[in-house]
Nanobody, 116 residues
Framework: QVQFVESGGGLVQSGGSLRLSCVAS????????MSWYRQPPGKERELVAR???????NYADSVKGRFTISRDNAKNTVYLQMSSLRPEDTAVYYC??????????WGQGTQVTVSS
């Protein structure tokens, strides 16, 4: 059974930082990419960042230079370091895998709220 457990969210002032973590289980973590998505209030879920098995990373234009995705294969964990946070970063953040067997599986997410 595929599971994603996200943590690390909270309330932070504009310009602040947070580090999100996601522990994945029930899937072949090492050989596949991992992604962070977010869903702002009243909006669709959107891709924020992705890290492939070899370490290559991609970012949405809105977070480039402010967010950093990383992974620890020994811990089946993916991280999202977020800096210079803005009110528009307020959302529920989710992680996912590029492994097709995890398609449709989502965790509970972690809420990030940035106050102005």
């Amino acid at each position: 059974q595929v599971q994603f457990v996200e943590s690390g969210g909270g309330l932070v002032q504009s310009g602040g930082s947070l580090r999100l973590s996601c522990v994945a289980s029930g899937l072949p973590f090492n050989g596949y990419g991992m992604s962070w998505y977010r869903q702002p209030p009243g909006k669709e879920r959107e891709l924020v960042a992705r890290i492939f098995s070899g370490g290559t990373t991609n970012y949405a234009d809105s977070v480039k230079g402010r967010f950093t995705i990383s992974r620890d294969n020994a811990k089946n964990t993916v991280y999202l370091q977020m800096s210079s946070l803005r009110p528009e970063d307020t959302a529920v953040y989710y992680c996912s895998s590029t492994w097709s067997g995890s398609s449709g599986s989502w965790g509970q997410g972690t809420q990030v709220t940035v106050s102005s």
